[in-house]
């Protein structure tokens, strides 16, 4: 079977990316397949995960520039440079299955005709946008950004309904999109399996994610800050970058604890980070799935999420091997925090329950889903 894969850009160290490694992988050097994978930008000096070499890529060179409004509205030349490039590479490869990760590609895919099988695959939630405009700082252009942003997510709904079919990540999203049988539920499988448990025995609080505001790393911050004093020997460690990060600095250091709370730089080895805390904390107000979630949790972290609207209550199972707390509650936050790094005992039992029960999202249970799922595709498709 010919799989291919249409991205706009490729070396990152986001989370479509890590799952895309994953999941082209494990099609590539275990079921066998054909696997290309096609991208709308440049090539990168380097890819930051990991990709089989019986995977092959083709780079269209586009270059997508900062789109104002009105692109948004109108094809650009580069849509059109896109959708040309797309298609004369889709028609060199004759995929049987071309899948979009939902970039500028999702507003063209469906229309070309090289006769392969179009699937969409979301890997956020459906209101995502949503919860952007309301997390929004109130300054006097917020109302204009939020109603730019529900325009956007009719956008999205719009280009979504021209699919017949569309993979999300969760059951719930599946509820809010409300698309009957056109929509499909297959999680996002671990991205590495180990054999390794952590400890529980450093005092290292870990946390990973772009720091942005949505994904609520001022929270965590805040909660931290409230139970510091009565356990001075832990720390909080929290991967990632982006945009905010100065704001999220000047918070830790007007809180005095610079030498507790730690910025670090995104790292591939996230199975190491992990095997050295003790507890991981997931913080944000939307996600599409939690991957950090599952990665945490086969290295048998005990987890503490916000409780939002999908991701974090299919993954975490209510204290047995986690907590869920009410969304932006920074005192219920530290409260489940404080439990955990207090009693060292409650701490293994729910992390050693954490690596059992995580095994439903090893990555040879999920991608045999994803095998179900194409060969469905194929006989309908030749039916």
């Known amino acids: 079977m010919k799989i291919t894969y249409s991205i706009g850009s490729l070396g990152n160290s986001g989370g479509i990316e890590r799952v895309l490694s994953t999941k082209a992988n494990y099609l590539a050097d275990v079921f066998g397949y054909n696997v290309h994978v096609i991208v709308g930008g440049k090539q990168p000096d380097?890819?930051?995960?990991?990709?089989?070499?019986?995977?092959?890529?083709?780079?269209?060179?586009?270059?997508?520039?900062?789109?104002?409004?009105?692109?948004?509205?109108?094809?650009?030349?580069?849509?059109?440079?896109?959708?040309?490039?797309?298609?004369?590479?889709?028609?060199?490869?004759?995929?049987?299955i071309t899948i979009s990760t939902f970039g500028q590609d999702a507003a063209f895919l469906y229309k070309l005709k090289d006769r392969s099988i179009k699937v969409l695959e979301f890997h956020f939630t459906k209101n995502y946008l949503k919860h952007l405009g309301a997390s929004l700082q109130n300054d006097k252009y917020r109302w204009i950004r939020k109603f730019w942003l529900a325009f956007l997510?009719?956008?999205?709904?719009?280009?979504?309904?021209k699919y017949d079919h569309i993979v999300v990540l969760t059951e719930r999203d599946k509820q809010l999109w409300d698309g009957?049988?056109?929509?499909?539920?297959?999680?996002?499988?671990?991205?590495?399996?180990?054999?390794?448990?952590?400890?529980?025995?450093?005092k290292v609080i870990v946390?990973?994610?772009r720091l942005v505001y949505p994904k609520g790393y001022s929270y965590l911050i805040d909660a931290f800050s409230l139970v510091e004093s009565?356990?001075?020997?832990?720390?909080?460690?929290?991967?990632?970058?982006?945009?905010?990060?100065?704001?999220?600095?000047?918070?830790?250091?007007?809180?005095?604890?610079?030498?507790?709370?730690?910025?670090?730089?995104p790292e591939a080895d996230v199975e190491s980070i992990m095997l050295n805390a003790s507890l991981f904390v997931l913080p944000s107000l939307y996600d599409g799935f939690g991957l950090v979630l599952t990665e945490a949790m086969v290295?048998?972290?005990?987890?503490?999420?916000?409780?939002?609207?999908?991701?974090?209550?299919?993954?975490?199972?209510?204290?047995?091997?986690?907590f869920l707390v009410e969304l932006k509650n920074a005192n219920q936050l530290a409260e489940k925090?404080?439990?955990?790094?207090?009693?060292?005992?409650l701490r293994k039992a729910m992390g050693k329950q954490a690596?059992?029960?995580?095994?439903?999202?090893?990555?040879?249970?999920?991608?045999?889903?994803?095998?179900?799922?194409?060969?469905?595709?194929?006989?309908?498709?030749?039916?």
């Open 46 to 96: 380097s890819l930051f995960y990991s990709f089989s070499g019986k995977i092959v890529f083709h780079y269209l060179n586009i270059d997508f520039p900062k789109r104002n409004p009105v692109q948004f509205i109108f094809r650009t030349k580069q849509d059109q440079i896109y959708q040309q490039k797309l298609e004369q590479v889709l028609y060199a490869i004759h995929p049987d």
């Open 153 to 161: 997510q009719k956008r999205e709904t719009y280009l979504a309904n």
């Open 180 to 202: 009957g049988d056109r929509f499909t539920v297959i999680p996002n499988p671990l991205s590495f399996q180990t054999n390794k448990t952590a400890l529980l025995e450093n």
């Open 207 to 209: 946390s990973m994610g």
């Open 230 to 265: 009565k356990h001075p020997d832990w720390q909080l460690h929290i991967y990632g970058d982006g945009l905010q990060k100065e704001t999220f600095q000047n918070q830790i250091n007007s809180l005095s604890l610079q030498d507790k709370i730690w910025l670090k730089k």
């Open 299 to 322: 290295c048998g972290l005990p987890c503490i999420a916000f409780d939002s609207e999908c991701g974090p209550s299919e993954i975490i199972r209510e204290g047995e091997d986690g």
């Open 337 to 345: 925090m404080d439990l955990l790094m207090s009693d060292t005992a």
């Open 355 to 383: 690596k059992e029960n995580i095994v439903r999202y090893e990555s040879g249970k999920i991608m045999q889903f994803w095998q179900n799922y194409f060969k469905k595709l194929i006989v309908h498709g030749n039916s």
